[in-house]
């Protein structure tokens, strides 16, 4: 090849190339088996990204407003904690029965009582939880009330320019209310509200939102979390908020709420067991009166009667006892107050089971007393009353402690109390039994006790029932009365809540971060679809896959640096490779002939058959170029030779035409298109083409005709079909793939050979750092001429 290349003209310049391992007999590498080697990569995305580089940086800009709007818009939360410590003690000292200062509920229970409205409702009010407005206005909105009734929903008030009026508005921007700066507003509306004169700013626009205290107690229930310990003597509570100082405030009064309730629930408790012990302590009063008003009359009416016939036994009691007879008369009296307390049990176990239990009833049975299982349920079921009463006067039935006591308490009535006492019932009877053996035992002499002695025995023992029962019930309902005045909640304040300091949670920067993603992502599927949508030719691996050529060679572009080197040794060395696989592909046809051409204009066909037809002569072939190009030929401005006379004028004068011009490179000539005619296509498909190229093949060993551009008519099938074999040019970056598809249909109706496509003007992009690998092109390694020895041994130390 000779030292000055011939080079493109307007818009061709040459590109580079990838290089391949040559096949024989295909001359070509598949971008079939380039993606296979390679596979799916972002060897065809990132090109795009550098042409569409706009669209990418649109994205940041609107993801990086988008962001810091978004940023803006974000939370950030923090924790306030505190703890509660609750207690669990259910005794005072060693002080039996329900009248204890005990605990007011079951641990889990304090959770329920927590989110109850009762603790919510006063929270809210007094942290105004019901306004939602920004933090910045808090002076603004510092004496906010409402009243009974009001109308919630959203508002907007603006302040006039001179700061000395204002203007409510609803949030369907209908005016509500006008006035000046001090007056109350939103009176209608049913605010308790006059925000003073210093807070009013010129033209300030405050949006804020008034919903209804019970919706903010829900809210306010769902943002606290309580957590109890194993053991439920601390209830931590955890509060988050935007305000660090305002979300402690809300859990101080939360817990302070909590203990004010717990401790009005404990006071109602105890009044309750006061009332309820005060009622038996009024039974039991009235039972001992009774009781020992029975046993005086006995005694007054029976002093004066005679003594008893046949009775060893004196009047008076006191004879009877230490004795024999006075062994046996305390059985009788035994078994006598068993068949008593058996009777009296059958009837209160009777009234149990018609659903009335009356504790007192129980109580009045000396064999109850006795009985520490069944005293202590009774205990219980007043217990478990009393904390009902308490709790009803403040909650419903729905609610879940109240709820549970009213099935504990049902539980109480229908099965624990009457399975006791049957149990106890049936204790009474063996006793009974027991007795009634031992005193048939003793003879009927022992039998005849009189029976004034048994009843006046039976009178004296129901006053001493009486008299302890009344004692130990007015114990009970003093300790009762002293627990009721000397009350201690049973929850106290353990860890007082504190601002905190540092979030617990900041969503802005992943906020932001996504919202910047998002016009990010539409930025790159919308390089993704612009890149599928583009008709033009990017990448080698789409020749095979779009067009369905084989790839032969890859021509770099013309590319000069600032201090003036060029690549032309680059384009030299591609079309070198190009040379040896056209060579190849045609195989051992001799002469070798073909046609190049191109889908459409400036994709650098003639520029490549130039180059091409002076590698042929630069390997010593014989070779002649033919300019077809009859329409707009240009190489004879490359070759710089004549137009004229040339192909149009040989083929409608004959041999007299004298076309042939040698150049510069001896083995080389050039025939110019000729003069221009309407009737070149009509030529071009005559005889004498035929003929000329039958007197070229027995004088040339490769002849190259460079044809119109496909699109531009029939001239480049016609000169196709008299070269047998077509090679065709492909520009990157610039050729139609649609439009080069559609192109080589035609050629398939054609006694044609297409040898492969040449892409041109090629430039390695982002992502296509393969071609690198397939070049045959290695700087260094360039074929230059011999210099002399000074020379030499300059560039050898350079390289060395």
Known sequence: MSENLPTQRGPDSPAPQEEFEYYPHESAFSSRDMDEGLGFSLKWILPAFKRYWWVMVLSVAAGVGAATIAFRMGTVEYRAQGSIWITTDTRQGDLPGPITQGELLESTAWEELLTSFQVLDPVVLQERLYLSSPPQDSLFFQDFSLADAFDPGTYQLTTSADAAGYTLFDEEGMVLEEGEAGDSIGVSLGFSWAPPVVAYSPEADLTFSVTTPREAARGLARRVIPRLDRDGNFLRLQLEGRDPVRVASVLTSLMDRLVEVAAELKR????????????????????????????????????????????????????????????????????????????????????????????????????????????????????????????????????????????????????????????????????EDDLAALIGSRGEELMEIPPRAIEEGRRQRDYQIANDLYINVERRYETARLAAASSIPDVMVFDEPVPPRRPSSDDRLGFAGMVFLIPLGVGVLLIVLLDRLDPRLRDPAEIGGDIGLDWLATIPRYRRSARGRDNSEEIREAFRDLRMKVDFAIGAARPLVLSVTSPSEGEGKTFVSANLATAFADLGRKTILLDGDTRRGDLHHILERNRKPGLTDFLMNGANAQVVQETENPKLHFVGFGSRSSSSPELLNSSRMQALLAGLKRRYEVIILDSPPLAAGSDAFVIGAHAGNVLMVLRSGSTNKDLATVQMESFLRLPVRILGAVLNDFIPQIGQGYYKYYSRYLPGYEAAEELDEVVDEVVEEVGS
């Open 268 to 431: 109602r408790k105890l009044d309750e067991l006061t009332v309820l012990l005060r009622e038996q302590l009024d039974t039991a009063e009235a039972k001992l009166v009774q009781a020992e008003a029975d046993l005086e009359g006995y005694q007054i009416a029976t002093i004066t009667l005679p003594s008893e016939e046949a009775s060893p036994i004196v009047p008076g009691l006191q004879q009877t006892t230490g004795t024999v007879l006075g062994e046996f008369f305390n059985l009788r009296m035994r078994q006598d107050a068993l068949q008593s307390d058996r009777r009296r049990l059958e009837a209160a176990l009777e009234q149990t089971l018609s659903g009335d239990v009356r504790v007192e009833s129980y109580q009045m049975i000396q064999s109850v007393q006795g009985s520490s299982p069944l005293v202590g349920v009774l205990n219980e079921l007043t217990s478990v009353k009393a904390d009902l009463r308490t709790l009803r006067e403040t909650y419903t039935d729905e609610w879940g402690p109240v709820v549970d006591l009213v099935r504990r308490e049902e539980n109480l009535k229908t099965v624990t109390i009457p399975s006791l006492t049957r149990i106890l019932l049936e204790e009474l009877q063996n006793q």
